[in-house]
């Protein structure tokens, strides 16, 4: 007879938490996929060097948190309200978007939302905003200098009016513009989560959204999530 310790099946639930088998595949209601995703951040930020390994997307572990499942359950905490109850379903793998949602309630009901959905995530930053991840402290992205060949410095950047806007605007547009290339099944919304190039007032924010808004590329996502990964300003377009 073999007895299986305590122990041993803590070991076993953290190894699959850790590499998100626990999620992978499996049908969520939207609240608790939010709070599993949680857990997993706050216990993977409380270890040694925890921010660090969340700042560097040391593993794939972290790099889906941030890039992936923060921002499916940015959509949830927007969205999850009486009469409109979403289900989430990730799937970490090849398929053409990241997660499907199944939404039911009085809303779904009447037809005002479909009962089975799709999303898409990206992510819209300068390119040297990685280098802003590793580096100890850092200036604006477009401030930075070197490569992985070099020495990698960063600068302090004076931008005048609205430069900073129309720098990132553009960015944002590429992003959209790749994922508007790609054939999505029905009912499919697009999450942008944004890396900003400098701090945004409320204002800056409602004049980023207003120039991506007027050169909006041709799309068929069923909206657009635009939002600010840390401030947590958000738009819909």
């Not at 305590?6 to 076993?12: A, I, P």
């Not at 499916?72 to 309200?81: A, H, L, P, T």
């Not at 959204?209 to 939002?227: A, G, N, R, S, W």
Request: glycine share 4%; net charge negative; with cysteine.
């Amino acid at each position: 007879m073999h007895f299986i310790s305590e122990d041993m099946e803590q070991d076993e639930a953290s190894k699959k938490m850790y590499n998100l088998s626990h999620l992978n595949g499996k049908l969520f209601d939207g609240l608790e996929f939010c709070s599993e995703v949680y857990t997993l951040f706050e216990k993977i930020r409380s270890e040694p060097d925890g921010i660090k390994k969340l700042r560097l997307r040391a593993s794939p572990t972290e790099k889906l948190i941030l890039e992936e499942l923060l921002p499916i359950c940015r959509y949830v905490q927007k969205y999850y309200r009486t009469g409109r109850y979403i289900s989430v379903y990730w799937i970490d793998g090849n398929q053409s978007y990241d997660a499907k949602i199944l939404q039911k309630g009085c809303y779904v009901e009447h037809g005002h939302y479909p009962a089975q959905a799709y999303l898409e995530i990206t992510s819209a930053m300068h390119k040297n905003e990685h280098w802003t991840w590793k580096l100890d402290m850092s200036f604006a992205p477009e401030g930075i200098s070197g490569n992985k060949n070099s020495k990698v410095s960063s600068e302090p950047v004076v931008f005048t009016n609205q430069e900073h806007i129309e720098k990132f605007a553009p960015i944002v547009l590429k992003q959209i513009s790749k994922k508007a290339s790609i054939n999505y099944p029905e009912n499919t919304s697009l999450v942008v989560q944004c890396h900003l190039n400098s701090l945004y007032t409320s204002d800056d924010w409602e004049l980023l959204i207003d120039q991506v808004t007027k050169k909006l590329p041709k799309h068929k996502f069923q909206e657009i999530l635009m939002y600010d990964s840390v401030t947590g300003k958000e738009s819909i377009i």
